[in-house]
């Protein structure tokens, strides 16, 4: 069920294109696969998410083979090694409904952070755990060094493989002898991916009920059939709205979800922002960012409220009404259980693809990706060559901390910034804010608790004081998620980079380069396409001593933004 509140000329316009919609036939164009109802591109060779639920639920046997073969072994842990479109929905599996008695315990592995690693290696029992690359290309830098470190020290059979037929991976899997490769369908891109193996897989090694999670996905999927009323088709409708919304202005997609649910924000975040923002256009997703008082928020906002109906949280339930007294938009959507991931999964899904054909963009390629990948390339393979990174300068030094930027972006900030340090630096770049642009925070750190904390704490302040949107990001997870819309999206982003020296590296078996190189070449790459796309963007560089680093640049932005 679903129901939306939305500012009288805004529903208009909602309920005008649904006629349209219904008058023209989009909906039963989009499940023929007419690639004219986006660009006419090659949009109908990537439409294969349409029907796989139904398709997984002819072919279940596989995945039950597969996970009581897993059980049978007595492995205590199962490790996804993936980035992007093969590791979120694991990632949102395993901590919507953590460890199942008698199956291995689902982790994730998507950061090139030393410090991460260590962090989730040191809960692993290696002799009992169950490696599981993830690739669709099998050509992904991070699963590919991934699968080298941990294969170092370990065989085969502690390895699964979930690929694309025919891929580099596969070749890799067979050669080393694997304990099981599986195959995702090569018409489906990495985001919308979840119903394949690619997310089933490592639910039915955790021991999830998978047949109820794609009945689910097959019920919604019936109801965002061609033959639903497009007002009562819920995929459609959730579309239209965030479409219209953000030609409206109103690109800001503030998902709010129950505590039970929280974490499908993370897949949520890749879903919107890699489908949709590139030529300039572009949902924008904001997810996690704490309710504030209504009186923050400008008329760039669409709130999307996902309301867990077996947990719900009554303090979200007022803050949410609050929004709507003061006319905000927001929709509602009900998850009964947690089980309904399945059928949010295909609503979201579709709901992306016709939200691209309102805004007229392409929504399964993501051209800005690439741009990044190849800049960090570029950059290892000088390491490879020299044994160094090439050198930078910064354009201030101070209190521990280096700040760099590229020519056009320190010229915008000025001579005065620098005088006044970090403060100064931090006031002239955060004054660049106009209404109507978001903040991003994009952290090349240890994703943990007390970093999310500091990180969550500043975007806080941010939003109050400069009363814009806020994004928060570790990376390199996001440069496979949202970094597509920072760099092809609307030109409202306004970036602050944070970078750190790692405490202790790991090698990278075979490799010239160590894990802390990668995730260095990979910031300073996604730095390099950032300034190329002519973003306001700043980096501010750590020392080792990532939290006190934060408090110094929290303190900062304290006093900047007073």
């Known amino acids: 069920m679903s129901e939306r509140t939305l500012p009288g000329d805004l529903e208009r316009t909602v309920r005008d294109t649904i006629a349209d919609w219904a008058a023209t036939g989009k ?6 696969r007419d690639a004219s109802l986006w660009t006419g591109g090659d949009e109908a060779s990537w439409l294969g998410w349409l029907d796989v639920a139904t398709v997984q639920l002819a072919a279940l046997d596989h995945l039950r083979r597969v996970a009581d073969d897993v059980r049978a072994a007595g492995f205590s842990h199962a490790l996804v090694l993936g980035m992007g479109g093969s590791s979120l929905c694991p990632a949102v599996l395993a901590t919507t409904f953590g460890r199942i008695a008698g199956f291995p315990e689902l982790l994730v592995l998507d950061s090139t952070d030393p410090a ?63 304990r099981h490769v599986l195959f995702g369908v090569p018409s489906i891109g990495g985001r919308y991916s979840a119903l394949s193996d690619f997310g089933m897989a490592p639910a039915a090694i ?32 959730l579309g239209i709205v965030m479409g219209v919304a953000a030609r409206a202005g109103r690109d800001k997609v503030t998902l709010v979800a129950s505590p039970g649910i929280r974490d499908l924000g993370a897949w949520l ?64 959507l009900a998850v009964e259980d947690p089980y309904d991931l399945g059928a949010e999964f295909f609503r979201w899904e579709f709901a992306t693809a016709v939200a691209g054909a309102v805004l007229g963009i ?12 190849i800049a960090t390339r570029r950059l290892t393979d000088a390491y490879e060559h020299t044994g160094a990174l ?33 403060t100064g630096m931090l006031r002239a770049h955060f004054g660049r804010v106009r209404p109507g642009d978001y903040v991003a925070l994009l952290a090349y750190i240890e994703m943990n608790g007390a970093h999310e904390d500091a990180l969550q704490s500043m975007r806080s ?29 609307p030109d ?18 075979g490799q010239r380069y160590t894990f802390g190189v990668v995730k260095a070449a990979q910031a300073r790459g996604d730095f390099e396409v950032l300034a190329e796309r002519g973003r306001r963007a700043l980096r501010v560089h750590l020392g080792t001593d990532v939290g006190a680093g934060l408090r110094t640049l929290a303190g900062a932005l304290d006093q900047a933004l007073r």
């Open 116 to 178: 991460q690693i260590r962090s989730v290696e040191a809960r692993l029992d290696r002799a009992r755990t169950l490696f599981i690359v993830s690739s669709k290309s099998g050509t992904t830098l991070e699963p590919n060094i991934f699968k080298e470190y941990f294969f170092a020290r370990s065989d085969g059979r502690h390895f699964i493989a979930i690929t694309d037929p025919g891929s580099t991976l596969q070749t890799v899997a067979e050669a080393d002898r694997f």
């Open 27 to 32: 909906v039963e164009r989009l499940w023929r």
């Open 269 to 332: 975040e890749q879903l919107l922002a890699e489908s949709t923002g590139k030529n300039g256009r572009g949902l924008i997703p904001v997810d996690r960012e704490p309710l504030g008082d209504p009186r923050v928020y400008g008329r760039d906002r669409l709130f999307v409220y996902l309301r867990l109906g077996s947990a719900p949280d009554p303090g979200q339930d007022d803050r949410v009404a609050a929004l709507e007294r003061v006319g905000q938009p927001v929709v509602r």
């Open 390 to 422: 090439p050198g930078e300068g910064p354009v201030l030094e101070v209190d521990g901390i280096r700040l760099f930027t590229d020519p056009k972006n320190a010229a915008a900030l000025g001579a005065t910034g620098g005088r006044e340090g970090l």
């Open 492 to 509: 409202s982003g306004v970036v602050l980079q944070i970078t750190c020296d790692d405490a202790a590296d790991l090698p990278v078996p």
């Open 461 to 489: 302040t941010l939003r109050d004081r400069v009363r814009v949107a806020t994004c928060v990001g570790f990376g390199p997870r996001f440069l496979h998620s949202t970094g597509q819309a920072y760099k092809g999206g």
């Open 206 to 237: 955790m021991g999830l009920d998978v047949s109820r999670i794609l009945n689910g996905a097959a019920k919604m999927a019936e109801r965002c059939g061609a033959a639903a009323p497009v007002e009562k088709n819920p995929g459609a409708v």
């Open 362 to 373: 392409h929504p399964f390629d993501q051209p800005d990706v690439e741009a990044s990948k």
